[in-house]
């Protein structure tokens, strides 16, 4: 079946650091990737989307690329904030934007920044 | 333009009772649904409902039953609870086939 892998947490970093959080998926068909943030006691917001492979999407200065050739869609900032600490959520849909199969996740990646 | 919109915040019920969760679509979204997050997990597909009528599953034993109102908002029935149950619930409400999920805060469901 359809799964998505990213890394464990929690993940601690410094403000202004460079942040990656890497994200794998195995799928049938061609899947849409996600990221969602979860900010404590909150629900998920979409972060960013990619449709098919070599887009990159982007939203807050965060970006990530889709690699079709990798199965991969790896996220990065490339100067944290406080505020980014959150929890992070890669998913795929094989059908649209969440279709009848749903959206799947990961297992989510718990970001710490530290003033 | 309102959110999604779910009742209660938190809940605790016993084991073998059952439950009822709702949830409220953002306005103009026809189609709804539910993801248990388990605690330090990410969330899992229930189901979705689209026109009231259930058209996708995932995983999930039919103790977990759903329903969709004429204006699009929603339940989540579980029976028979058992202490796995403990979880935070998710509600996201769409557009057919759209990328955008709006998600609600969730219910925290505790089974003791």
């Known amino acids: 079946g359809d799964s998505v892998t990213q890394m464990e947490g929690p993940v601690t970093l410094s403000e202004e650091a460079f942040l990656t959080i890497n994200c794998t998926y195995t799928a049938t068909g061609y899947p849409s990737l996600f990221w969602y943030v979860q900010y404590p006691g909150e629900g998920l917001q979409l972060l960013l989307k990619a449709t098919k492979a070599d887009d990159k999407g982007s939203n807050k200065g965060f970006e990530a690329t889709y690699r079709k050739e990798t199965t991969s869609f790896h996220l990065e900032k490339g100067s944290v904030q406080v505020s980014d600490s959150a929890v992070y959520f890669c998913a795929l849909s094989v059908r649209g934007g969440g279709g009848a199969d749903g959206l799947t996740f990961g297992k989510g990646t718990h970001l710490i920044i530290q003033p | 333009e309102t959110g999604v919109t779910q009742s209660p915040t938190h809940l605790i019920k016993t084991r073998g009772q059952q439950v009822t969760l709702r949830c409220s679509s953002q306005?103009?979204?026809?189609?709804v649904s539910w993801y248990q997050q388990a605690l330090g997990q990410g969330p899992q597909f229930i189901f979705q409902?689209?026109?009231?009528?259930?058209?996708g599953r995932g995983n999930f034993p039919p103790r977990f039953s759903g329903l969709q109102f004429p204006n699009y908002s929603s339940e989540l029935n579980v029976n028979a609870l058992e202490l796995d149950d403990s979880a935070l619930y998710l509600c996201?409400?769409?557009?057919?086939?759209?990328?955008?999920?709006?998600f609600g805060s969730g219910t925290r469901l505790t089974v003791v």
């Open positions: 409902y689209y026109r009231e009528e259930e058209n």
């Open positions: 306005s103009g979204h026809n189609t």
């Open positions: 996201a409400s769409s557009l057919r086939d759209s990328y955008g999920y709006t």
